[in-house]
């Protein structure tokens, strides 16, 4: 979709856009069901780049310990607990740059990727940046979906980020498209950027091709001793006018809301539900930032009559 039409859209009354996106969704999704994922940080902190939204940056002083990868053990261990509590994605991120074929650490996240693919959840991985070779290998040791977030506008991307660029960001994608693997890919709001940005990012996300399957649209989490620390929250009505354009425009994607849940009020969440979420992170912890208790999503969830997928309705 064009800017133009997106800002159009942006900018019809509320209850016109969200009863449009809410068509829109029920053409193409099972209006009640909602997929639980399950994020895991298989390797934490220390990281070269200096993403100005991240505790895992080594470029700030955040609380945040450098830890080595983690055993395929405790990888797997978490991965069972995820799917007993319903997940029926489980995704594993790394604080790297990137990685690359040759490595060991490439080879013990491949021998990690064998072994939990086994377990029936859709495998997803977040690694930083690749190329064809580690996508090729990666989605044949069973990696179902590749995270590579664009996170916001392409003008915006340089205030944020200095030690990679946002075409980085865009031939990792690319990358991932050729292999066959599905693309993950979304941003991040309320770090100071404009509404402007915002549309420009569901401007390219909505030109790639093929479009990504799923698409997380993250609140910051402001993290004590990173730049953006300070951020005020999102504007409710702000993210729901956001989620409900990325349904229109992203019709057949599974729209996550991600990080930034605990700031968002339950009444706050339903209306994003109505708007075209379907997909939430689940658990207590997303990578290094709070996440609302598991069993605190089972009510909601219950409570506003949506269906986890995986789960029959009683
Ligand atoms: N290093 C890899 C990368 O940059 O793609 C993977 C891990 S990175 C932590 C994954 C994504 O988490 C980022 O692209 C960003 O969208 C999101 N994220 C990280 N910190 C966040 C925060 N404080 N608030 C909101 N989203 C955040
Ligand atoms: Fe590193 Fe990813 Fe955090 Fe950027 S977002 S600092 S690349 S872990």
């Not at 090729?136 to 179902?144: D, E, H, I, P, Y």
């Not at 990173?226 to 599974?254: H, M, N, S």
């Given at each position: ?74 990888v ?39 072994e ?58 690319a ?75 992203l ?5 996550r ?11 706050g ?46």
């Amino acid at each position: 979709m064009k800017f133009a039409e997106l800002s159009a859209l942006y900018h019809r009354p509320l209850f016109d856009l969200i009863s449009q996106s809410r068509a829109v969704h029920l053409q193409h999704w099972p209006g009640e069901e909602v997929q639980r994922c399950s994020l895991l940080s298989i390797k934490t902190g220390g990281c070269s780049e200096d993403c100005a939204y991240c505790a895992q940056s080594a470029h700030y002083f955040t609380g945040v310990e450098r830890e080595e990868l983690l055993s395929l053990e405790n990888v797997l261990a978490a991965a069972r607990r995820a799917r007993s509590q319903g997940a029926t994605r489980f995704c594993m991120g790394a604080a790297w740059r990137g990685v690359r074929d040759g490595s060991g650490k490439f080879e013990c996240v491949l021998e990690i990727v064998r072994e939990v693919s086994q377990l029936g959840m859709e495998v997803c991985v977040t690694l930083g940046e690749i190329g064809p070779v580690e996508a090729r290998k990666l989605k044949s040791a069973g990696v179902t979906a590749y995270n590579h977030n664009i996170d916001t506008s392409p003008e915006f991307y340089p205030e944020i980020v200095s030690t990679h660029t946002f075409q980085n960001r865009l031939d990792t994608i690319a990358a991932v498209q050729k292999s066959g693997m599905s693309v993950c890919c979304g941003g991040i709001i309320g770090m100071g950027e404009s509404e402007t940005d915002r549309l420009r990012m569901l401007e390219v996300l909505s030109n790639f091709d093929p479009p990504p399957d799923s698409v997380p649209i993250n609140c910051l989490m402001p993290m004590p001793g990173t730049p953006l620390a300070d951020q005020p929250p999102v504007d409710i009505f702000e993210l729901v006018r956001l989620i409900a354009v990325t349904r229109i425009a992203l019709p057949k994607a599974r729209v996550r809301l991600a990080a930034g849940r605990t700031r968002i009020s339950r009444e706050g969440q339903a209306l994003c539900f109505f708007a075209g979420t379907n997909s939430i992170f689940y658990g207590d912890k997303l990578l290094t930032a709070k996440n609302p208790a598991a069993d605190v999503d089972v009510v909601l969830l219950r409570e506003l009559g949506l269906q986890p997928q995986g789960v029959t309705a009683s």
